[in-house]
């Protein structure tokens, strides 16, 4: 790690100089958050925040699960409302929640009976470090941005995490860490991050007694108290919220990754409870562009081949939704030779669709011809039991797009319906004419069931997730108000050009001539905030 | 135009429901405006805007000029023009295809000291030949089958007339598309009165047919810089008839207006702005706290800004290139500078003709696009000795130097997509030791002295303007946005609009796609009530949040 320290050390300084120079950036952002100060917006506080993230497919669901139905702790003792609300963010890194999913645990927790609550562990005193670091740890291995953070986290303990948390450890922060999700958790990760030092309170298959138990453990130590708060789904910091209300008074601000946490906390600061600011990495271009459009381009392809073998060649396709994952999937699949249609509510993606060369037709319409039915709209029930009944015998209808409401799989579960399981995630149902259709994973997600999800979009996440803890505890008093933000376009743009060495793309640089034409820093950000991509 | 009413009647009620339920759309986005009371934010967002490529060298020339003079400098006039991105410019260019067929040096006598009467006897107008209106209307006809949305929203709102009463003063580019606007406003209530915002744009017959229905239109092809604003003059100010409502391109009329009828704007209900340069020019006039009533701002809805750019730009490339040069794609070389949306565009293009493209960007997220899309992302130094081609879409100046010219290969050919003239060092190759040698309209070669050739397109201008053609398709989104964004500043309850710049509500944005649906025979899918729901979205939209990058 200290090779380039002499490269390194220029590129650090420029690291921080970018950190500093984000100040006008993110007070330029805070214009448009919901900004309790500006009473002249006031207008906007109740409409623009709420109404327009309702108009977020993913969040619907969400409703179920605010903090004031949870008042009474009886909620969390049940089971299946955790897993079903975990499965309902749409954070790609929940993937691992899934029990198929190859980042799953390899040591099976079965083995061992006894719970690891009434186990006392002791870690070794040589200290061992497998994994590599961040990219992020290269970029300033001198300077310690961090130093001082003590940070509480609430993510998936996976190896990615890992690497982020080590990340954070090199940058000088104090970590304790628990899993925010019960199924999620890579013990051996765990286990290596306890080894390293790292307070981590997670195994795989977690009770809801446990899971809050181990958050209380995290948050909850004599003589440490934490001043940042990283989270994944919001659980975290709703339980500091409500046992530990003093805590908020040093802790500088909150990261949160996933929808359902940022939605929490938007509704947080509508109702005025916020009380330190916090990021909102989720809504980053970066992030929205690789998990969604990147990582769903190929995953839809992955998943299909895996599960039934499918030559795309000339298949007659329908994709239901244009919007980011739809654009992805009907990309990956015109290029294989498929011919495409799809379906939309919105005339302005639809018009898109038009331009991009796809029909633009109603599933009724269609429904009879087509080989292969992938739905991506976030909505349910837009594939009927009365669209399945007359679909072709050997269709394939699987969901690209959120929870598992899209197909109306319900509706098959009928006595004259005969189901008949082929292989993993994939089912035939048969009907009494013996026409088949197959679905896939239940009509769950299918790139969270039944293909990978690349490393490097999970570390544009975490890289993403450090910058943000960077810049929220480095930033001068004042420049964060007692809000939800977004990241500085600046660090977005940081956080790309960080991973463009993997293509060994070269950045043009703008002459200081140039610049000056186009008033711009020659460092960033090169975009107004309304620019699209 | 009567036939399907009973069904159009129920139409025009579902648009009149969208235009009420717009009203928290727009309200939410005021809050995206320049808003004179968030102080901090007003200085910021219009630093925002000075990111935008096109604005830069727009803000430092035209500025609200105190001093008459600098208008009578016709270079100016011509120069600013060609500024602004505004696609429907592209007939400024002296090679558009949209220009008149009637040659103006048939006469010589300035319209102006001409009296002409139309058919009806009305001579309140002043065009270059009243008799041409027969040819004109022809014209009219052939843009009309190309707008069919526009038509579409003439026929789903003629009942209603929700223009009823405005009186719209208009000052845009007085072309065969236009007049299909202009007669569509007719037709929804409206009075109008129109003047050219370029002094060459002008269709000559398109004005005389206009002129021959009634509306007042005082422009011809080529005038000068002093008949320009003596037309814009006549059109405002006129005995008993003062405008509430204006439609302006460019910012001229506005202008004109603010300097010498500042009390007409008493009665105007709003502004309607479709150029970068207009909108620039109303968000300083709002900066200053001198906008006095609420403008709207067209040009940066999702529709235009896609077509204009994204759309457009993919096609005309490979028009562009085809017509100058006779190039084929499959296999060449290519180096797109910039990947914004023009070069999002061209890249796509010349991808699905088999070019091996690569890009240079100065944007980490845009080259990581570029990457994620399977460009490679290179510094312009590193392969300007192997390209064939060389496409600058950067917006930005000098990004092609002498330098480089000096070191392409025989043959490369070297054109700009972006920005003006800027992009291209051109005036470092007008030196003695490089021979220029023009081999056809639009196309030259430079010759080195050891005999290299590069092949120059458009002398650095840009190709899309010069060199291809305009779609009309385009032409009625512009259209559309405008007419949609006039009915909502008319009909819009006090209140609603405050005196400020406004994006078109989202509502409107989505309205406008799915009238030109219908010519791709799209069938938009409809949210069952439980789905709607389900989303918590309104059945009609709004579909996506303000922030939904499309």
Known sequence: MTESVGDSKAEVKQATKYVKETENVAEKYSALTVSKNSSDVNMN?????????????????????????TEDKQEFSKYPTKAGRRSLSRSISQSSTDSYSSAASYTDSSDDETSPRDKAQRNRDRRTRH??????????????????????????????????????????????????????????????????????????????????????????????QANMILDDGGDLTHWV?????????????????????VHRLYQLSKAGKLCVPAMNVNDSVTKQKFDNLYCCRESILDGL??????????????????????KGCCTALKALGAIVCITEIDPI?????????????????????????ITCTGNKNVVTREQLDRMKNGCIVCNMGHSNTEIDVASLRSPELTWERVRSQVDHIIWPDGKRVVLLAEGRLLNLSCSTVPTFVLSITATTQALALIELYNAPEGRYKQDVY????????????????????????????????????????????????
């Open 45 to 69: 506080v109740g409409e623009m925040p709420s109404a327009a993230f309702t108009a977020m497919p993913t969040l619907k669901s969400v409703k179920k699960i605010q903090f004031a139905n």
């Open 131 to 224: 994994v590599c670091p961040d990219l992020l740890e290269e970029e300033s291995p001198g300077e310690k941005p961090l130093a001082g953070a003590k940070i509480v986290g609430c993510t998936h303990i996976t190896a990615q995490t890992a690497v982020l948390i080590e990340t954070l450890v090199a940058l000088g922060a104090q970590c304790r860490w628990t899993a925010c999700n019960i199924y999620s958790t890579q013990n051996e990760v765990a286990a290596a991050l306890a080894e390293t030092g790292v307070p981590v309170f997670a195994w795989k298959g977690e009770s809801e007694d446990d899971f809050w138990w181990c958050i209380d453990r995290c948050v909850n130590t004599e003589g440490w």
């Open 241 to 261: 919220y409500k046992k530990y209300p003093s805590v908020f008074k040093k802790v500088r601000g909150i990261v949160e990754e996933s929808v359902t946490g």
């Open 305 to 326: 081949k895996r599960t039934t073998d499918i030559m795309f060649g000339g298949k007659q396709v329908v994709v239901c939704g244009y919007g980011e994952v739809g």
């Open 349 to 373: 993606c639809a018009l898109q669709a038009c331009m991009d060369g796809f029909r633009v037709v109603k599933l009724s319409e269609v429904i009879r011809q087509m080989d292969v039915v």
């Open 486 to 533: 977004l990241l500085p376009k600046k660090m977005d743009e940081y956080v790309a050009s960080l991973h463009l060495p993997n293509f060994d793309a070269h950045l043009t640089e703008l002459s200081d001539e140039q610049a000056k034409y186009m008033g711009l820093n020659k460092n960033g950000p090169f975009k107004p905030n309304y620019y699209r991509y």
